[in-house]
């Protein structure tokens, strides 16, 4: 039983298209977080939404737009696709935000834009 | 600018044998650090963790050393073994790790050979 899913694993799509990745969370946290690899292997966050309200928003383009139904769920929207956003995208959820929690990692979703 | 280094980009280690896997950092703010695992095609795995207000912390074959006059950690695995063949990310944050925002340095991928 999958604690942090995301949907789909993989997907490659065109140029200029509109694509979402959908995450989900069944260990009860109240925050959950968007993180991007790039192709050079970093690992940073894109944004972080604590009991569906945003918190953390990085330097990111707004054609990426995160939306959180309810506190279980944090999709990921990507308009106007560009080659550049190819990349893995991990979803990720935390508990309360007390010192030390640990944040735990969805299996990635695997971006291919051509 | 990398907060986070991890200086070796990858690391071979015979059965049985310590595996030390090491990271820098350079933002005097960070107070609290991860280490993560991961296999491919898989999100990363939390491991273990450590507060500045330690030195040391032990989860059974795997032990995190903090140096923060150097600001410097390490992770300890003994012995190591072919399962643990992966690469390990370690990651930083400030606050105490309550505002989730984790750095993560580039990552080491250890091989553990039989």
């Known amino acids: 039983d999958t604690a942090v899913s995301q949907t789909p694993k993989y997907l490659v799509t065109q140029m200029g298209n509109d694509k979402s990745i959908k995450c989900e969370q069944n260990?009860?946290?109240?925050?959950m977080y968007w993180y991007k690899q790039d192709s050079k292997k970093f690992l940073k966050i894109m944004f972080s939404?604590?009991?569906?309200?945003?918190?953390i928003n990085e330097t990111v383009p707004n054609r990426f737009s995160p939306k959180s139904p309810d506190k279980a769920h944090l999709n990921l929207h990507i308009n106007s696709l560009e080659l550049g956003d190819s990349a893995v995208y991990f979803c990720?959820?935390?508990?309360?935000?007390?010192?030390?929690?640990?944040?735990?990692f969805g299996e990635g979703s695997w971006l291919t834009v051509v | 600018d990398q907060q986070v280094k991890q200086n070796s980009p990858s690391l071979s280690v015979q059965e049985g044998r310590i595996s030390i896997l090491n990271c820098d950092y350079t933002?005097?703010?960070?107070?609290?650090f991860l280490w993560y695992k991961k296999y491919p095609a898989e999100g990363p795995t939390f491991l273990i963790s450590?507060?500045?207000?330690?030195d040391k912390n032990e989860d059974g074959r795997f032990t995190v050393f903090l140096n923060k006059s150097a600001k410097h950690l390490s992770l300890h695995i003994v012995p190591s073994q072919p399962g643990d063949s992966a690469v390990y990310f370690c990651?930083?944050?400030?606050?105490?790790?309550?505002?989730?925002?984790?750095?993560f340095g580039k990552g080491t991928k250890l091989s553990v050979k039989p």
């Open positions: 260990l009860g946290h109240d925050t």
């Open positions: 450590i507060s500045s207000i330690k």
């Open positions: 939404y604590n009991n569906k309200e945003l918190i």
């Open positions: 990651a930083a944050s400030a606050y105490g790790g309550s505002q989730g925002n984790l750095i």
């Open positions: 990720a959820s935390s508990g309360d935000r007390a010192a030390g929690n640990t944040i735990y």
């Open positions: 933002n005097s703010m960070f107070d609290y």
